[in-house]
């Protein structure tokens, strides 16, 4: 009963955030009645089939491409990969025009950070801790890919990730679920509105689930858990995109409790319908329900008989859905009620797009260029990749004055494509500004900036090869490494100061680009040393898709910059900070380990009986040849000016909690308050982070927890008190049974700049 009343409320909500009345839902409802009713079961089963597009689908003779004539007899629900207005109209009239009952398609491109304005990938901008921006960043891509002719995105990853070596760590908000909620939810807002404007697209959670918790980092391979630690470390996220609105989730590749996530019943009906009321409709990863074969789980037929059965509405790319369902029918395997249930939540989501009023909504060919790489979008794209950069470093030396005379070193400042990042399927490769360019335009005299590339990525060329980008070799230059290298110390010793731009190249993150070591290429983190040995004040500009291990350079450079994989703006976002123009104020979302062994890594573990304070003790958890604690910890930034905080206060010491239908609430909400001083000679911008400990508890709980963040922009000099609530909510936890609950006790609350750098108070629940 109580969970019957849970997600009768959850609907409820759900419908409210959708803009979408009763009524609404009661039209819809009888015209999608009356549509299925006139509808083939092969006609129902190919609403399920979303191949990709091949090249040149409507030109000529290919206007009799099998998926042209798949299209023409209403058996595809959608394509994929597609991103040209003019095709997509003329294949959306094959399917209005040619198909027995009209029913138009959906249109899905992975369009992650931005279409063909780029902005930074989705780590760094999680780094911004600054969900307005992220919303800012989705509605300017909905807008560009709507003006291409895409209505459906594979986008937010919220995917929590305790693993660096996992290269898709470079997609998703980091380790933590609370600020990956909150991003998420600043994703579905940006791209989906409330679905009426012709440039608001349907958003597409993934990966549905724990796909971040793959074992080893390994891309693919199962991740496997107790349900206390998916409940409290990985799911909120994808619940909280669900309760935002979201219309559609991708299932994961890979086994959760040894199901693959196609074919998982417990993620997809147990929890994503009946205990979080998703309404939309479930999409399988790329070939996801064929991978199910090799997994283990019986033949085509028999996956994807399964596949439907537990809650997956679409199969991506497979055609194991088009190809066998109806001889499942035939066998018993399904029946036509779980064909029905799919196939509606299709037409549903077809229907909320607006497609059967107008089903070339999304297909506006006059001039789709005005909407896209527009001045304002590059603008935007600029604010918010400067806003992403972390600070790890600075002895003095940054920000740089505009009339130093610069060596810029490393094959990423003169590179435009890899500036991109993963992911970037829509932009034009060459459409980035280079930081050797950003920095050129910045300073007073351009000829002041030298240029040197100093190295290749790798020494290997064998690394350099799985490193291509965009299916493009990367570049390697034919000279001797000791020649690059002396060119590089030469002009270095010329300068003012370097500014070593090096680290990953775009694809070494993203998927299928997980890594062991977690260190600079080898070629670039020996150019580095030898940089170091001319004297000069040396910058690291990073770039990198995940949290790298920057032991050495941490003690011998003089400043490091995380520039992640900035986007189109790149140079001018980069100069932007070099000279201070704006004061970096990005905090990881991930934390920086001291070696790429700690792997998995992730600030907010539970106690255990032997802790250290990062160093060796004999008996005690930790390493004998590195320290445990993070390098950079989560929530770690610096800024051109200094912050100090006030110890925290709150506002009452004792708070009665009450329980009524399985819903807890307290007398009064607990409000933190914490001041934040700027003390340093700069204006700068600082997020306050709050973090919670549930001292005691039937279980672990973890040592802290983030429970609210706010980023201040401050004077020098000025002082702001920041006041935050907990709810009961953020008090509560999942047991092992799944019951969400509150217990009575000792509450620890800690306020700072970082992780690993607070002052706590506490209060008590009775
Ligand atoms: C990825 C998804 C992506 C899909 C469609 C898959 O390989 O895992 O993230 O959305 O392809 O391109």
Not at 9 to 33: K, P, T
Not at 483 to 488: G, H, K, L, P, R
Not at 516 to 529: F, G, M, N, S, Y
Not at 731 to 748: C, H, K, N, Q, W
Request: aromatic share 8%.
């Amino acid at each position: 009963m109580k969970r019957l009343l849970f997600t009768a409320l959850l609907l409820a909500a759900a419908i409210v955030l959708h803009g979408r009345g009763a009524d609404n839902d009661r039209e819809m409802d009888r015209f999608i009645d009356d549509l299925m009713g006139k509808m083939s079961t092969e006609e129902k089963i190919g609403q399920l089939n979303l191949p990709a597009a091949p090249t040149d689908i409507v030109t000529g003779p290919a206007r009799e491409s099998d998926i042209a004539v798949l299209i023409s007899e209403g058996r595809i629900g959608g394509l994929l990969n597609i991103s040209d207005v003019k095709k997509i109209r003329e294949i959306q009239e094959l399917a209005v025009k040619n198909s027995r009952l009209h029913i138009p398609l959906i249109f899905g491109l992975d369009v992650v950070h931005g279409q063909k304005t780029v902005f930074p990938i989705p780590l760094g901008l999680s780094a911004t801790w600054n969900p307005d921006a992220i919303e800012r960043m989705a509605r300017i891509s909905a807008i560009e890919a709507s003006a291409m002719g895409i209505n459906w995105t594979y986008s937010p990853m919220v995917d929590i990730s305790h693993d660096a070596r996992w290269g898709r760590v470079a997609e998703g908000a980091g380790e933590d679920p609370y600020l990956g909620s909150r991003i998420a939810e600043a994703y579905i807002r940006g791209y989906q509105g409330d679905l009426t404007e012709d440039d608001e697209i349907l958003a597409c959670v993934k990966h549905y689930a724990l796909y971040g918790a793959a074992d080893a980092g390994r891309d693919y391979t199962a991740s496997d858990m107790s349900r206390y630690r998916m409940f409290n470390w990985y799911m909120e996220p994808y619940k909280a995109a669900v309760d935002a609105g979201a219309a559609s989730v991708m299932s994961a590749f890979q086994q959760v409790e040894g199901v693959p996530c196609a074919l998982n019943r417990f993620l997809l009906t147990d929890v994503l319908r009946e205990k979080w009321g998703f309404d939309g409709f479930v999409v399988a990863d790329y070939n996801a329900v064929g991978e199910a074969v090799n997994h283990g789980m019986g033949n085509l037929e028999e996956v994807s008989a399964r596949a439907l059965k537990a809650g997956l509405d679409m199969d991506m790319v497979t055609g194991g859905y088009i190809g066998t369902l109806g001889k499942a029918l035939e066998d018993g395997l399904i029946s036509e009620e779980d064909i029905d249930r799919a196939c509606r939540r299709i037409l549903e989501a077809k229907y909320r797009l607006g497609l059967f009023d107008d089903p070339y909504r999304f297909c506006d060919t006059e001039n789709p260029e005005d909407r896209l790489f527009s001045p304002t979008h590059r603008e935007e794209a600029r604010k918010i990749a400067a806003e992403s950069f972390v600070l790890l470093k600075n002895n003095g030396v940054l920000p740089l004055g505009k009339d130093a005379r610069i060596a810029v070193v490393g094959m990423l400042a003169d590179d435009k494509a890899n500036m991109l990042g993963c992911w970037t399927v829509g932009a034009d490769t060459d459409s980035p500004v280079t930081v050797l360019e950003g920095i050129r335009k910045a300073v007073t005299d351009p000829s002041s900036v030298s240029y040197s590339r100093g190295s290749n990525l790798f020494y290997n060329p064998d690394m350099d090869r799985v490193s291509r980008n965009q299916g493009k070799d990367v570049d390697r230059d034919p000279r001797k490494p000791e020649e690059m290298v002396a060119e590089a110390v030469e002009a270095a010793a010329k300068a003012d100061a370097v500014v070593a731009v090096l680290g990953e190249a775009a694809e070494m993150s993203g998927e299928s680009a997980s890594r062991v070591d977690l260190t600079i290429p080898d070629a670039q983190r020996d150019l580095l040393k030898e940089l170091t040995k001319t004297g000069k004040p040396v910058i690291l500009v990073l770039c990198t898709g995940r949290p790298l291990v920057l032991d050495w350079e941490s003690e011998n450079v003089d400043a490091i910059l995380n520039i992640w994989f900035p986007g189109t703006e790149a140079g001018y976002a980069v100069a932007d900070v070099l000279f201070g123009d704006v004061n970096p104020s990005g905090k990881l979302t991930m934390s920086f380990p001291r070696s790429s062994g700690t792997m998995p890594f992730y600030y907010n573990e539970t106690p255990n009986g032997r802790p250290t304070d990062g160093r060796w003790v004999k008996y005690a958890s930790c390493y004998m040849d590195t320290g445990w604690t993070a390098l950079y910890p989560f929530g770690y930034g610096l800024s051109y000016t200094t912050f100090s905080y006030s110890e925290p206060s709150v506002e009452k010491q004792e708070y009665s909690l009450r329980c009524k239908d399985g819903q807890y609430s307290l007398d009064t909400p607990v409000k933190v308050s914490v001041t934040v001083t700027n003390t340093g000679k700069a204006a700068g911008a600082e997020t306050v982070q709050l973090y919670v400990r549930d001292m005691a508890g039937s279980v672990a709980r973890p040592l802290r927890e983030l429970k609210g963040f706010e980023k201040v922009m401050l004077q020098p000099g000025e002082s702001r008190t920041v006041e935050f609530t907990l709810t009961a909510d953020d008090l509560a936890f999942y047991t092992p049974d799944l019951d969400r609950v509150i217990e009575p006790g000792e509450f620890s609350v800690m306020t700072g700049g970082s992780s690993s750098d607070v002052r706590s108070t506490g209060f008590l629940v009775k």
